[in-house]
């Protein structure tokens, strides 16, 4: 079982940066395919950002260019840099793992195809 603690979220105003954090457990993270969705009140659950073992990344539409997605692969950790935080934003963010394998040249960005979950940070942003 792999466990995932997303942090680094909280209430902030429009226009403000965020870095979350999530570190997970287990031995083999380096080789995990990393993701963060978001889920608003009412809505599905939304891709944000996935980023492979080499590094490549992959960003949803409604926050391309505000976010940057990273990993540590020596402290087990992907961060999530969010600058010019909008309203909009507000939702609850979820950090997932896919241990299984990854083939394809492009990214996994269906929430059905990651593994492992974290509980949830919950990002507020107020105008």
């Known amino acids: 079982q792999v466990h995932l603690v997303e942090s680094g979220g909280g209430l902030v105003q429009t226009g403000d940066s965020l870095r979350l954090s999530c570190i997970t457990s287990?031995?083999?993270?380096?080789?995990?395919?990393m993701g963060w969705f978001r889920q608003a009140p009412g809505k599905e659950r939304e891709f944000v950002a996935a980023?492979?073992?080499?590094?490549?990344?992959d960003y949803g539409d409604s926050m391309r260019g505000r976010i940057v997605i990273s990993r540590d692969n020596a402290q087990n950790t992907v961060y999530l840099q969010m600058d010019s935080l909008k309203p909009e934003d507000t939702a609850v963010y979820y950090c997932?793992?896919?241990?299984?394998?990854?083939?394809?040249?492009?990214?996994?960005?269906?929430?059905?195809?990651?593994?492992?979950w974290g509980q949830g940070a919950q990002v507020t942003i107020f105008s």
């Open positions: 997932t793992a896919r241990a299984s394998d990854w083939a394809d040249l492009g990214l996994p960005t269906e929430p059905g195809l990651y593994d492992y």
């Open positions: 287990g031995d083999n993270f380096s080789t995990y395919v």
């Open positions: 980023i492979k073992r080499s590094g490549s990344t």
